[in-house]
């Protein structure tokens, strides 16, 4: 306990989504907070962290074998906890499909849920006819969800997540955290004692130096880019879109599950100001530069991500708008036709095997790596800054410390996808302005 009260901790990404629940953590455990550092280029909730976004969907999921516990566990504090209550959506989530083939995934998804044992065959339910279906979909006409079956979850909905993220900003800063942003808070290099496998703090890239006992790389995305992570993340771009509607029509949609399908992608209940945003599914986009991160002997083939806070006039590639408009037409007929009012791209990395890379780098002493987020870790912000905290404290179960080590190898690109991701030099219509 005492050890807590002095140990210093940088948190580099600290205003995105993995780095603030660090914080957060930090601060519950009795970290002294004037001791911990949030740099991050962007003010928190910064804006070009993946967790800057209206929403974001919750769910139970089992991709990783880390999945139950930690959505469980998210779960109860998106519930309960009065920090993060206010910021799900508990409307609940509707997993479907009209495919012979994903319908089968679906129902085996359905069982395995049921199969772990944890009561969810209490939350958990097969829609199998138009009309269950439409029992908890009124959006939906019949003609509508003709042959579509899915699981429908009450344990799911959606998550406010930029104020959330908002939330923690607001605590950390009341309770004396400190914070850096802009090329004061934008990271440079990792500092290290004389042993040169000390890491003791951070050069940023207007020459300030921070120093302290740890470091933890949290930059999300943009992790693989400041450090030589040897291709275990490669970053990713998925895509979204804004449709305005009305305060009639929006009363309409009002308290209506998050709608997932596969083949289409997925749709959100309006949030307060009417807007509804959509997404498309497809394995992501990269965009692969010849980049040296810190640690790399040369400069080497890897994708470096391009926020739209730093390029507002980027929005997404045609072949996007195509797939939105397509699942926009399955899923919001009426709208078909109607104007986004945003395009924007949001970036993730991940990892060969979809688990997380929460650990120590191999070479560099307190110099902690927690990023890999493979694209479903927004749903984990109440709860994983405690098992961050806790690899930092050496007290990190078992299991989650072999799940999430350091891994080189296996084909990040690909991933757990159905496809490996195509690159944005291949994607033309999302760079509106040469300059830039
Ligand atoms: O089930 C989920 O929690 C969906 S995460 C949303 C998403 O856009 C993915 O659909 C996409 O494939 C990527 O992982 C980014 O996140």
């Given at each position: 306990?005492?050890?807590?009260?002095?140990?210093?901790?940088?948190?580099?990404?600290?205003?995105?989504?993995?780095?603030?629940?660090?914080?957060?953590h930090?601060?519950?455990?009795?970290?002294?907070?004037?001791?911990?550092?949030?740099?991050d280029?962007?003010?928190?909730p910064?804006?070009?962290?993946?967790?800057?976004?209206?929403?974001?969907?919750?769910?139970?999921?089992?991709?990783?074998?880390?999945?139950?516990?930690?959505s469980?566990?998210?779960?109860d504090?998106?519930?309960?906890?009065?920090?993060?209550?206010?910021?799900?959506?508990?409307?609940?989530?509707?997993?479907?499909?009209?495919?012979?083939?994903?319908?089968?995934?679906?129902?085996?998804?359905?069982?395995?849920?049921?199969?772990?044992?944890?009561?969810?065959?209490?939350t958990?339910?097969?829609?199998?006819?138009?009309?269950?279906?439409?029992?908890?979909?009124?959006?939906?006409?019949?003609?509508q969800?003709?042959?579509?079956?899915?699981?429908?979850?009450?344990?799911?909905?959606?998550?406010?997540?930029?104020?959330?993220?908002?939330?923690?900003?607001?605590f950390?800063?009341?309770?004396?955290?400190?914070?850096?942003?802009?090329?004061?808070?934008?990271?440079?290099?990792?500092?290290f004692?004389?042993?040169?496998?000390?890491?003791?703090?951070?050069?940023?890239?207007?020459?300030?130096?921070?120093?302290?006992?740890?470091?933890?790389?949290?930059?999300?995305?943009?992790?693989?880019?400041?450090?030589?992570?040897?291709?275990?993340?490669?970053?990713?771009?998925?895509?979204?879109?804004?449709?305005?509607?009305?305060?009639?029509?929006?009363?309409?949609?009002?308290?209506?599950?998050?709608?997932?399908?596969?083949s289409?992608?997925?749709?959100?209940?309006?949030?307060?100001?009417?807007?509804?945003?959509?997404?498309?599914?497809?394995?992501?986009?990269?965009?692969?530069?010849?980049?040296?991160?810190?640690?790399?002997?040369?400069?080497k083939?890897?994708?470096?991500?391009?926020?739209?806070?730093?390029?507002?006039?980027?929005?997404?590639?045609?072949a996007?708008?195509v797939?939105?408009?397509?699942?926009?037409?399955?899923?919001?007929?009426?709208?078909?036709?109607?104007?986004?009012?945003?395009?924007?791209?949001?970036?993730?990395?991940?990892?060969?095997?979809?688990?997380?890379?929460?650990?120590?780098?191999?070479?560099?002493?307190?110099?902690?790596?927690?990023?890999?987020?493979?694209?479903?870790?927004?749903?984990?912000?109440?709860?994983?800054?405690?098992?961050?905290?806790e690899?930092?404290?050496?007290?990190?179960?078992?299991?989650?410390?072999?799940?999430?080590?350091?891994?080189?190898g296996?084909?990040?690109?690909?991933?757990?996808?159905?496809?490996?991701?195509?690159?944005?030099?291949?994607?033309?219509?999302?760079?509106?302005?040469?300059?830039?």
């Amino acid at each position: 306990a005492s050890a807590r009260k002095t140990t210093k901790v940088i948190i580099v990404g600290g205003g995105g989504t993995l780095g603030s629940s660090t914080a957060l953590h930090l601060i519950r455990r009795g970290y002294t907070p004037s001791n911990i550092t949030i740099l991050d280029t962007y003010p928190i909730p910064s804006s070009q962290s993946a967790g800057h976004d209206l929403n974001k969907i919750m769910s139970i999921r089992l991709r990783t074998k880390a999945d139950l516990q930690l959505s469980l566990e998210a779960l109860d504090m998106w519930k309960h906890d009065p920090l993060f209550k206010p910021f799900f959506h508990n409307v609940g989530m509707f997993d479907c499909s009209s495919e012979a083939e994903n319908i089968t995934e679906l129902r085996e998804y359905y069982q395995a849920l049921i199969d772990v044992n944890a009561g969810l065959d209490k939350t958990n339910f097969w829609l199998d006819s138009e009309d269950e279906i439409l029992s908890k979909l009124s959006c939906f006409t019949k003609e509508q969800v003709k042959g579509w079956k899915g699981l429908f979850t009450l344990d799911g909905g959606w998550l406010a997540a930029s104020k959330a993220i908002n939330a923690i900003g607001l605590f950390a800063k009341s309770q004396g955290v400190q914070f850096e942003f802009g090329e004061a808070g934008t990271f440079k290099r990792p500092l290290f004692a004389d042993d040169e496998v000390t890491c003791h703090g951070v050069e940023t890239i207007n020459g300030s130096k921070y120093f302290a006992d740890k470091v933890i790389m949290a930059a999300g995305a943009w992790t693989p880019t400041l450090i030589d992570l040897e291709g275990q993340c490669v970053s990713k771009a998925w895509v979204l879109a804004h449709i305005q509607l009305t305060p009639e029509e929006a009363a309409a949609y009002k308290n209506i599950p998050v709608v997932y399908d596969g083949s289409y992608g997925f749709f959100f209940e309006p949030n307060e100001d009417g807007i509804i945003k959509v997404c498309d599914e497809f394995p992501g986009f990269t965009r692969f530069k010849t980049h040296q991160p810190y640690g790399a002997g040369e400069p080497k083939c890897i994708s470096v991500p391009r926020s739209h806070a730093s390029h507002p006039t980027d929005t997404y590639p045609d072949a996007s708008e195509v797939s939105i408009r397509k699942a926009v037409a399955r899923f919001l007929p009426g709208l078909k036709d109607r104007p986004f009012v945003n395009r924007a791209m949001c970036w993730c990395t991940d990892t060969a095997d979809s688990n997380l890379l929460i650990c120590e780098h191999p070479k560099w002493k307190n110099l902690i790596l927690a990023t890999g987020d493979s694209g479903h870790s927004f749903k984990m912000l109440p709860n994983i800054g405690k098992h961050i905290v806790e690899l930092m404290e050496g007290t990190l179960q078992q299991d989650l410390l072999n799940y999430w080590k350091w891994r080189p190898g296996g084909d990040a690109l690909k991933s757990t996808r159905a496809a490996p991701a195509e690159d944005l030099a291949d994607m033309p219509g999302w760079k509106h302005d040469a300059r830039l």
